[in-house]
């Protein structure tokens, strides 16, 4: 830019301060109609690599000026965008799509156009992930009168799916977020972060979580039932935007009281059937069967008089499922019992009734 291009331009210009061999600051004059004069800016690279190559301005009181300087940290190249309100210039943050927290992360910037105070636009390039190859990708970075926003960046869409739907309380339950770029290209984000969301509000307990290969998980336990509004925001990273997936409405069940079913045609004696017990752990299934001796003429209800002996009528109750725990015995026959004799009646009653086995 030169002086006569004062109508397009304000009255800026920007250039690199060779300080010593291997060093430099930024450098911005400024024309007030006669002479140019130096005006303070900032250079953030304490190496001494910092460097402008772009002005553009909407006014007197609104000028950008871009370019790249060496990060203090890890010593990579990071975009550096400098902003003029009519008193000073001051450094703003600025789109840094390279690989993130690597020293040989390469951000450059190279033009700028302000066309407004919310509509800017800046260009440059960027080396991407797989710059072990050489790879470099176009930067372009938008000003919406807030903040400075890659332009470039490639779409993602994250989704989130569930373990169990719906869960049982006290039991866990893991979501998954996936995050694919859009469309489709051969690497998938590796970095960057998930946060989790329940009805809106941040799941603390797995928030955020760093993404790897694609994906990132979360573990919940619900104490109480009740439905569930799931969603998983990723933050972007490096060349690949930040999204948010859709909801999945996760439900959370109380269990369920277990229940006995019961055979349908009546079991007759000396037979067996199979019954099934059922909880919210799953389905057992067993086998009962029923048995008792056989009777002789003279007999009552399966008790045979015998010689000095008395027979007694005892009701005989129908055959029923019975559970592992809650098993009853068959009609016993014999004499009173006497005093010492319980014991030795309870045995033989044992001997003669149904029994259970798991299958």
Same mark, same amino acid.
């Given at each position: 830019?030169?002086? !006569? ?7 800026? %210009?920007a250039l690199q301060l060779l300080l010593q061999p291997g060093a430099s600051d930024t450098l911005i004059l400024h024309w007030n109609g006669s002479a140019w004069s130096q005006v303070a800016s900032p250079s953030?690279?304490?190496? *001494? ?17 871009? *370019? ?37 992360? /390469?951000?450059?910037?190279?033009? =700028? &156009?302000?066309?407004?105070?919310? $509509? ?6 960027? *080396?991407?992930? &797989?710059?072990? !190859? ?9 000003? /919406? ?16 799916? &569930? ?10 339950? !893991? ?14 984000? /590796? ?5 989790f969301y329940d009805n809106g509000s941040v799941i603390s307990s797995c928030s955020p979580k760093a993404l790897d290969s694609g994906s990132a998980t979360c573990s919940v336990t619900y104490a109480v039932a ?29 269990p369920s009281a277990p229940t006995m079913r019961s055979p349908t045609a009546p079991v007759q004696l000396a037979s067996s059937t199979v019954v099934s017990w059922s909880g919210s752990s799953g389905v057992a299934?067993? $086998? =009962? ?5 056989? !009777?002789?003429?003279?007999?009552? +209800? #399966?008790?045979?008089?015998?010689? *000095? +002996? ?6 005989? %109750?129908?055959?029923?499922?019975? &559970? ?20 030795? #009646? ?14």
């Amino acid at each position: 830019m030169t002086p !006569t291009d004062q109508s397009v331009e304000p009255q800026f %210009r920007a250039l690199q301060l060779l300080l010593q061999p291997g060093a430099s600051d930024t450098l911005i004059l400024h024309w007030n109609g006669s002479a140019w004069s130096q005006v303070a800016s900032p250079s953030p690279s304490s190496f *001494g690599y910092n460097f402008l190559y772009g002005v553009s301005a909407v006014s007197g009181g609104d000028a950008w000026a871009v *370019g790249y300087y060496k990060d203090n940290t890890v010593g990579s190249y990071d975009t550096l965008i400098l902003h003029w309100n009519g008193g000073a210039w001051t450094q703003v943050d600025s789109p840094n799509p390279s690989c993130p927290d690597y020293y040989w992360s /390469n951000n450059n910037l190279f033009g =700028v &156009s302000a066309v407004s105070g919310s $509509e800017a636009w800046v260009v440059g390039y960027y *080396g991407d992930c &797989s710059f072990a !190859t050489g790879k470099a990708a176009t930067l372009v970075a938008h000003w /919406n009168g807030t903040a400075w926003a890659n332009a470039s960046v490639i779409p993602t869409f994250t989704s989130v799916s &569930s373990s169990s739907n719906p869960v049982i309380t006290g039991s866990p339950v !893991t979501y998954t977020a996936t995050v694919t770029p859009t469309p489709t290209v051969t690497l998938t984000p /590796n970095g960057g972060t998930v946060v989790f969301y329940d009805n809106g509000s941040v799941i603390s307990s797995c928030s955020p979580k760093a993404l790897d290969s694609g994906s990132a998980t979360c573990s919940v336990t619900y104490a109480v039932a009740g439905s569930h509004a799931i969603t998983a925001a990723y933050s972007g990273y490096a060349d690949y935007g930040g999204s948010t997936s859709p909801s999945l409405i996760e439900t959370a069940k109380a269990p369920s009281a277990p229940t006995m079913r019961s055979p349908t045609a009546p079991v007759q004696l000396a037979s067996s059937t199979v019954v099934s017990w059922s909880g919210s752990s799953g389905v057992a299934k067993y $086998e =009962v069967r029923y048995q008792r001796r056989p !009777t002789t003429a003279g007999s009552v +209800r #399966g008790c045979t008089r015998r010689a *000095g +002996r008395r027979c007694r009528r005892r009701r005989r %109750r129908s055959p029923r499922p019975v &559970s592992s725990r809650a098993m009853t015995t068959a009609t016993r026959c014999g004499p009173r019992t006497k005093p010492g004799t319980a014991r030795r #009646g309870r045995r033989a009653g044992a001997r003669r009734g149904r029994w259970m086995t798991e299958l």
